[in-house]
């Protein structure tokens, strides 16, 4: 085989460094599911606090004894100091963990009188959309971003992003909600169109006669009486959306965010790490840097993959019951090594296409991260990688 | 005679990324084996059948994806929301040309945005319609599996009375919620769960199971996906942990088997059996959460080198091994 151009090193991405410039402000860890962006949220909160920033994490959706290690079992949607950070070098960490049906009740408080406030969040409409929407989550952590960063109590703001199949949502999914609160269809809905041309108008309305009526006929007239009671109640707020989440989207582009790229040694989430380092690019949008989170690695004992399984081998056909323990030794080896291999081989392939991406390796440990101990030694593991 | 005779429907969800269109596609493979015929079905829009089958994208028409062993046929289908509205649409208002004409306006994305139900119940119905539809004298599908969204939005999914109580109270909607409805919770379905041995994705199970059973939706069998060999044998266990294994029996052994044997290689061999066994005790206190849980358990192991059509084959006969079919 054509082992092909060797990649190579990419540079390597300094977390250290990043979290002890205190020009930066704000951190995001953005990556397709499961990848680690709780973890590492936390764990670089976590050790900025530790090296004496000011910080606040604001996690979404973490496992449940990792958020009751971090005192987040009470849902206030305001951020508690943790309890058990080392505070000698003058840092101390708050943490939060998102609700979005709240931020959202929140939002609505804050630009409209209490009276038409009580009206929308009575709207069943309004329930849903606050609960349960596609959308509603990445629309809400921003939102929740923009609330923390105008309070003048922390010097670092480190954001987790919402599981999702795509990192992308994140940036994406709160300019769709806005759009769709803003949308045509929604406003014709209810009755606030202000269209553009005449024809344009026309036709529109044409067309809206058989949506309506077809609208009805398949959600019938009760949803659709919400949904314009609630276009109504909110038709005051509607530039308001928008505009908010550009703003917070305008925030993600200055020097003082820095986003981070999380990603597991796999095809899917390397992939999804591409689309999302190109679109950072494309929107000038500041990329720190790629974590490679639950690397396999094995140490160097002279014995390859398949000498150790030959060996193996060998000693188990020597039916030798001294050498049991040493044929699983070797076949454990052979197994990680493997695996290293091939963790390797992937994380090189990013490195080929994106060289110029600084990538650190967190290697997998053995248990999960579930106390502020584990999530310390991640944080160590940062200057190792 | 597997464990779940008579059910037409198969569903299958799991956390996100434990293996749910892996397994769908091996529980195809496994059920058609010995002449039958199985449609597997996607509803997400990711095209994950075609990548799993290795196959052109997907469309709205169902396509023969790969045969099973004894002749059997396994048919893919991806459900797409927009296409089921038209058929909708077209047979239940005669809007065939006008439903489409709507979509310029962007109507069925904004119907399903204020009416994520509405979604639901479009996708859960074609894969209705199939589990029901007849060939001649007979079920064209001996089975249907769907591949169905992760834990945290299935039960919202399947229980789509509730998803259209907010919608139209009469009309041809509702009906065919009703009869979904009949279906998703008679015992001709079974919404089994994939998960790993790792803390969030068995802790995501044992909510999905505990919401689906007061739901009154039949839970059918855990999977526990991506297993690893054991290789050190259980009494190892507990000294490998402690990094306490016999040093001079691994230098012999090394020895006996020709390879370097230094202090250093079996410090390092040692520290990952350490490794080893602290995974394997936490993989053991998952899989006790998961045996609590009262549902059939299957394992399918890790497949080195990645799914390709050959691992599915393995994969489908590891279920039937296990009593899956
Ligand atoms: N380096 C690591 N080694 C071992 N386990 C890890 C490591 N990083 C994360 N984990 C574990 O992986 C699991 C998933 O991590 P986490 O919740 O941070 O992912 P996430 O990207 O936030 O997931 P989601 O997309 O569901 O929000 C957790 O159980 C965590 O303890
Ligand atoms: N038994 C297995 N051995 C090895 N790899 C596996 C196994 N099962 C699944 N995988 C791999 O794990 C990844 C996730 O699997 P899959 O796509 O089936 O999960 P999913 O639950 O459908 O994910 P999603 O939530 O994104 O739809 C894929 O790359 C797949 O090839
Ligand atoms: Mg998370
Ligand atoms: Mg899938």
Redesign the interface.
């Known amino acids: 085989m054509n082992p092909g151009p060797r990649a190579a090193r990419p540079p390597h991405f300094d977390v250290d460094r990043l979290i002890d410039d205190r020009r930066i402000r704000i951190v995001v860890t953005c990556g397709?599911?499961?990848v680690g962006k709780t973890t590492t949220a936390a764990a670089i909160a976590l050790r900025a606090a530790e090296r004496g920033r000011k910080a606040v994490v604001l996690t979404i959706d973490p496992?449940?004894?990792l958020a009751q290690s971090m005192g987040l079992s009470e849902l206030d949607n305001t951020p508690r100091a943790v309890k058990g950070v080392d505070g000698e070098a003058g840092g101390s960490l708050d943490a939060m963990m998102l609700d979005m049906k709240r931020t959202f009740d929140e939002v609505v408080e804050e630009h409209t009188t209490p009276e038409r406030a009580r009206q929308i969040r009575a709207n069943?409409?309004y329930q849903?959309l606050s609960s349960?929407?596609?959308g509603t989550q990445e629309y809400m952590a921003m939102e929740k971003l923009g609330q923390l960063r105008a309070r003048p109590d922390w010097d670092l703001i480190v954001v987790d992003t919402p599981?999702s199949?795509s990192a992308l949502d994140f940036l994406d999914a709160p300019e769709r909600l806005g759009s769709?609160l803003d949308?045509?269809?929604?406003r014709l809905l209810g009755g606030t169109a202000r269209a553009g041309g005449r024809t344009y108008l026309k036709v529109?309305h044409a067309?809206?006669n058989?949506?309506t009526s077809?609208?009805?006929?398949?959600?019938?007239?009760?949803?659709l009486k919400d949904?314009s009671t609630f276009v109504n109640a909110l038709d005051t707020m509607f530039g308001g959306f928008r505009e908010r989440a550009e703003q917070t989207y305008a925030l993600l582009k200055r020097p003082e965010t820095a986003f981070i790229v999380v990603a597991a040694p796999e095809?899917?989430a390397l992939r999804e790490a591409s689309y999302f380092v190109d679109r950072l690019s494309r929107d000038a949008m500041p990329l720190a840097g790629l974590l490679l989170n639950r690397v396999h690695a094995?140490?160097a004992?002279?014995?390859g993959a398949e000498?150790?399984v030959a060996?193996?081998e060998?000693?188990e056909s020597?039916s030798?019951e001294?050498?049991?323990?040493?044929?699983?030794?070797?076949?454990?080896?052979a197994?990680?090594l493997?695996l290293a291999t091939r963790d390797e081989r992937i994380g090189e392939r990013f490195s080929t296409t994106h060289p110029d991406v600084p990538v650190t390796r967190i290697p997998a440990l053995?248990?999960?991260v579930?106390d502020l101990d584990g999530l310390r030694q991640i944080g160590a593991l940062f200057d190792a990688g | 005679m597997g464990d779940w005779e008579g059910v037409r429907l198969h569903v299958v969800t799991g956390k996100g990324g434990t293996g749910k269109t892996t397994v769908a596609g091996a529980l195809a493979m496994a059920l058609a084996a010995g002449g039958r015929r199985v449609l597997v079905a996607e509803v997400e829009e990711r095209q994950g059948l075609a990548q799993l089958f290795d196959v052109p994208p997907l469309s709205y028409e169902e396509r023969r994806v790969a045969s099973a062993p004894g002749g059997g046929e396994v048919y893919a289908l991806a459900i797409d929301a927009r296409e089921a509205m038209h058929e909708y649409l077209a047979m239940f208002y005669r809007l065939g040309r006008a439903g489409r004409a709507l979509d310029k306006l962007g109507f069925v994305d904004f119907a399903t945005t204020i009416a994520p139900g509405l979604r639901d119940v479009l996708l859960t119905g074609k894969a209705y319609e199939a589990t029901r539809r007849r060939t001649a004298d007979h079920h064209t599908y001996d089975a249907v599996v769907l591949d169905a969204p992760p834990t945290g939005r299935v039960v919202r999914f399947l229980d789509v009375t509730t998803s259209v109580s907010s919608l139209a109270r009469v009309g041809p909607i509702n009906r065919q919620a009703n009869s979904i409805t009949d279906l998703i919770h008679s015992p001709r379905t079974a919404v089994h769960v994939v998960t790993l041995l790792e803390d969030m994705p068995v802790q995501e199970t044992a909510d999905a199971v505990a919401d689906l059973q007061a739901a009154h939706i039949p839970v059918g069998a855990v999977v526990v996906n991506q297993v690893r060999p054991p290789h050190l044998a259980a009494r190892s266990l507990p000294a490998a942990r402690r990094g306490r294994l016999d040093h001079e029996a691994v230098l012999a052994g090394l020895r006996a088997a020709g390879l370097p044997a230094t202090d250093a290689v079996v410090a390092l061999l040692t520290r990952e059996a350490a490794d080893h066994a602290e995974r394997t005790a936490l993989e053991k206190t998952q899989r006790a959460l998961v045996d609590d849980l009262g549902r059939p358990v299957y394992e399918l192991p890790r497949i080195a080198d990645g799914i390709d059509p050959t691992a599915l084959y393995e994969l489908a006969d590891a279920l039937a091994e296990q009593g899956a079919v």
């Open positions: 397709s599911g499961g496992a449940r004894r069943p409409f849903a349960s929407f596609a599981p199949r769709f949308g045509r269809l929604i529109l067309g809206f058989v949506v077809t609208l009805t006929k398949i959600l019938g007239g009760e949803l949904v095809h899917d094995s140490g004992a002279g014995i000498q150790a060996a193996a060998r000693l020597a030798d001294d050498h049991v323990l040493t044929a699983a030794l070797l076949r454990l080896h197994d990680r493997k053995a248990g999960d579930h």
